[in-house]
């Protein structure tokens, strides 16, 4: 069973920067699309950004070149760092995977951008 779990979520002040990770487990595939996406208070879900296996990548305008998206497969992770943070990217923040027609989450990191 493959299995996503991010880290790295926090407190951080605007203008801050933060990187989350994503590992994968439970399969010895690569995971060819991996995304980010986040859930704000009272919000629905959203997308962040996504990756391929070969690291072609594609952004929502909101965080378009003030947010990252790598990944390393030998380790079966991907990277989100975060610039410039403003107070509306507070927000729980999950991995997707889409493996072999199957979807898999995390369970979230909480980022708060506050003063």
């Known amino acids: 069973q493959v299995q996503l779990v991010e880290s790295g979520g926090g407190l951080v002040q605007p203008g801050g920067s933060l990187r989350l990770s994503c590992a994968a487990s439970?399969?010895?595939?690569?995971?060819?699309?991996m995304g980010w996406y986040r859930q704000a208070p009272g919000k629905e879900r959203e997308l962040v950004g996504t990756?391929?296996?070969?690291?072609?990548?594609n952004y929502a305008a909101s965080v378009k070149g003030r947010f990252t998206i790598s990944r390393e497969n030998a380790k079966r992770t991907v990277y989100l760092q975060m610039n410039g943070l403003k107070p509306e990217d507070t927000a729980v923040y999950y991995c997707?995977?889409?493996?072999?027609?199957?979807?898999?989450w995390g369970k979230g990191t909480l980022v708060t951008v506050s003063s």
């Open positions: 439970g399969t010895s595939f690569i995971i060819p699309l």
């Open positions: 990756i391929t296996s070969d690291g072609v990548t």
């Open positions: 997707e995977g889409l493996l072999r027609s199957r979807e898999y």
